[in-house]
């Protein structure tokens, strides 16, 4: 049973332009959302991340948009830059001090970049 | 600031072999640590989790093992592995106090023939 799911396997931009990676989960109890971006043959770095109690959060040219009645999270960068290109993963977690930090990943989006 | 090791970066290992990955976390104490495993093409998924020394919490039935004799020292092992053990890797450690943010390590990239 997949919980956190990213659908797009894939995401190929033109430099400049935006990004958009989405993410849907069906665990109603997942309260803290967050992307990681993995390039090849590294461990996942964090990136942003957002409380269930906001609907965004930004960080320079990252932002992150959660509808909880949707059950849906987006990774948005702009502009987007050749350097981005990597595999995004989005996690999720339940309330703290209920599952001693576990997260769940989606299954990851490769995002390509072109100059 | 605190930095998270795995040794080795690559392990090839006949099948039937035993395995030992090694995970520490230096400029933090008490934290909570995580194997994670991805397989090509897949996501990460969670193989054990440790709040203290000597805990050990299992996520999924496997050929694998976990230990953390020591407060910022987790071990991934198998007596033999198998091919289906190939795979990626992962260790990560979270601060104790509340903070949902998990850091990784770089990995092992593990090719069992």
């Known amino acids: 049973d997949q919980q956190v799911k990213q659908n797009s396997p894939s995401l190929s931009v033109q430099e400049g332009r935006i990004s958009i990676l989405n993410c849907d989960y069906t665990n109603s109890m997942f309260d803290y959302f967050l992307w990681y971006k993995k390039y090849p043959a590294e461990g996942p770095t964090f990136l942003i991340s957002?409380?269930?109690?906001?609907d965004k959060n930004e960080d320079g040219r990252f932002t992150v948009f959660l509808n909880k009645s949707a059950k849906h999270l987006s990774l948005h960068i702009v502009p987007s830059q050749p350097g981005d290109s990597a595999v995004y993963f989005c996690a999720a977690s339940p309330p703290q001090g209920t599952s001693y930090g576990k997260l769940t990943f989606g299954q990851g989006t490769i995002l390509t970049v072109h100059p | 600031s605190q930095t998270i090791h795995q040794w080795p970066a690559t392990l090839v290992q006949p099948v039937g072999s035993p395995l030992s990955l090694e995970c520490t976390v230096e400029?933090?104490?008490?934290?909570?640590l995580y194997w994670y495993r991805q397989a090509a093409g897949r996501g990460l998924q969670l193989l054990f989790y440790s709040v203290g020394i000597g805990q050990i919490s299992s996520e999924v039935p496997q050929n694998l093992s976990a230990s953390r004799p020591q407060d910022r020292q987790f071990i991934l092992s198998s007596k033999k592995l198998l091919l289906s053990d190939s795979g990626f890797y992962l260790c990560a450690w979270r601060p104790r106090t509340y903070q949902e943010t998990q850091y990784f390590g770089p990995g092992t990239r593990l090719l069992v023939l």
């Open positions: 400029g933090t104490s008490n934290p909570n």
């Open positions: 957002i409380s269930s109690i906001k």
